[in-house]
Each structure stands twice: as C-alpha cells, then as structure tokens.
C-alpha cells in the first residue's frame, strides 16, 4: 500500500513531465488540424461506435417526439393528416440514416 501510494503522488509530476518534455500537447493539436476531416472522423468514430445504435435510436425517438409537439402546437386544424405525415416523414429519415450507418457497418466488418 505504502508503494502504491508513494507512486501515485508521483504519476501527476511525470506525466507534467512527459508531456511539457515531448511537447505532445502541442504536437497533437498540430496534427489534428492538419488532418483531413475524413481522417478525424475515422479517428472519433471508434469513440462513439460502441454506442452508435443507441444515439441513432434517440435521435429518431427525439425526432418524433419534436415533430409531435410542433404539429400539436401549430394549426389545429387536419391534425390527424399532419400527425400521420411528419411521422411517416421522420421514420423515412430514420430508415435511411440507418440504412446508411447499416452498409458502412457491413462494409467496415468485411474489411476485418
């Protein structure tokens, strides 16, 4: 225990260290500029993959429930035929956003 905290007062000081000694502040942020917005992307995209299903399925659900309350809070009048139309309209946007993601998951898993 004693080791371990000793070490643990220490960690802090070095990685100061390390990272005024390597300039990998500045280093990394150079770089990241430099890339091209494709090349982030692919470096973010495992961040959020793991959860990737989950945002689409919020965003969806949140997508609805906003054309919802925008058709409820505007014009009374034929609700029900614009209730039924921006829902048809927001579960196309989803089918196609997850057709896409969908294919790019395919395609990313036959290329290992």
């Known amino acids: 225990k004693k080791v371990f905290l000793k070490i643990s007062q220490h960690v802090n000081v070095t990685n100061d260290y390390i990272n005024e000694t390597l300039l990998l502040r500045q280093t990394m942020d150079t770089q990241m500029r430099l890339m091209s917005s494709s090349k982030f992307e692919r470096v973010l995209h ?25 058709m409820f809070l505007s014009n009374p009048s034929d609700r029900i035929k614009k209730v039924y139309s921006r829902i048809s309209n927001e579960l196309n946007k989803i089918k196609k956003i997850f057709l896409k993601l969908f294919t790019q998951w395919l395609s990313r898993k036959k290329r290992g």
Do not use: C, D, R
Not at 46 to 70: C, D, H, S, Y
């Open 46 to 70: 495992p961040v959020f993959q793991e959860n990737e299903l989950t945002l689409i399925i919020a965003g969806g659900v949140l997508g609805i429930i906003a054309a919802l309350l925008q």
